[in-house]
């Protein structure tokens, strides 16, 4: 009950108080929650300052985390920065991790803030403040409605939470679909989510000399690339599988496959390629730094994420800014709108390792223009830019500031209490 009632309250003067100052000067003042600001987010971030200036408020939960090996992102002097925790470790306490969100929030008293999804403590948190405030939020997604199983009590919790929300800004078509199915009005959602600096991944012709870490790993000439975490949805072990039986019918003409990446199957991946006799044939780079990936995208011959879930898959947003053909498991968010099956690329069912085989047979040997997809690649992503997240999120925040905000009345606060409390590590 002790986490249910710091939900359900927060310090500080009363909303008509504090609505009115957020807008005092005239100005659309937006706060935004991250967990840990990578390089995506930054450029996304420097795109929408562009806009707000110093109306926008970056809020970080933890400055690192033990997912993403990422080098700390520079910030940029002049955008409103606050870090709440220097370790995640942290900012899982929850009781801190409310004070801190509720006392940066009354600082930076935005118009509108815009939070994480539903699940993330540090949401939730904010979410509360937004209630008592009488501030509207703004929900960022880029979940669908089949990422993972869909539980009647879990989805019954997730409408309610959404219903304290003013509007939504989710990644595409399938994101917005399912936002709409958990009560959010359609007119309500942006979409311009998930995008990433496509000038970043551009293949210039310095880039596409292969990166001498590429000639010791023994890799010369196209190769499949596959860029993610060494864990279970990325499904490593089908894909290195189908590759081997890609390999039996290729022959000597058979591409080599790199993964960038690293994780808790490392070993087991590492087995499983000296199962098949791979080891001369797959690569491992280890974790890659942000800003050397465009050259191994630039020496790819395509990239492959053969994911059995994922919320999107940005891998496939820098492959195809890079003009880059690509293979993509239909359980993956970004398929329906960045795939075109034979346009730029192809899919394939990811648990079907057979299918994965063929689709890489078919790419690398078959009556395909490997050049004309990547160019479709090139000229598809080029809609799904920073501008385009900086245009959704000001939308989005319009929306939401454009209706009366949703009040914390004793049901709301004791169910983000519970919820919390159920997230919480302490």
Known sequence: MERQSEIA????????????????????????????????????????????????????????????AWDEVCRP??????????????SRRTSALVSRIHDTLDREMPSAVAIPGWADPA????????????????????STEWDEPRRFLKE?????????????????????????????????????????DNNHFVASKERRTNPARLLRLGIAGPFFLVCGRFVEKKNHLRLIDAYARYRERAGSWAWPLLLIGDGPLRE????????????HAIRLAGFVQYQELPRYYAAAGALVLASTTEQWGLVV??????????????????FCDLVIEGHNGF??????????????LTLAHGH?????LGENSKRLIAGWTTQRFADGFLAAVGMATGSKAPRLSRLRGLTLGLFLRVRGAG
């Open 268 to 279: 087991t991946i590492e087995l499983r390629i000296q199962r098949h006799g791979l080891r």
């Open 368 to 372: 395909v223009d490997r050049l004309r």
């Open 77 to 90: 002097a002049d955008m409103r920065w606050s870090t709440l925790f220097e370790e995640e470790e942290k």
């Open 347 to 360: 899919g394939f069912d990811p648990f079907d390792i057979d299918a994965m085989a063929e689709r890489m």
């Open 9 to 68: 309250s927060a310090s500080g003067g009363g909303p008509a108080v504090r609505q009115s100052k957020a807008r005092r000067d005239g100005r659309l003042r937006a706060a935004i929650i991250i967990r840990r600001v990578g390089p995506y987010h930054l450029a996304r971030l420097e795109a929408l300052h562009r806009h707000l200036g110093s109306g926008l408020s970056v809020i970080e939960v933890c400055r690192a985390d033990a997912t993403y």
């Open 317 to 334: 947003n820098e492959a195809m800014a890079a003009g880059l053909p690509v293979l993509v498991s239909r359980h993956c968010g970004c």
């Open 123 to 142: 949401a939730l948190a904010a979410l509360a403040w937004c209630l008592r405030r009488r501030v509207p939020a703004v929900i960022m997604s880029d």
């Open 156 to 196: 019954a919790v997730k409408r309610r939470i959404v219903a304290m929300a003013s509007a939504g800004f989710v990644a595409g078509g399938p994101q917005r679909d399912y936002l709409a199915a958990l009560g959010m009005t359609p007119e309500r959602i942006a979409t311009g989510y998930d995008v990433v």
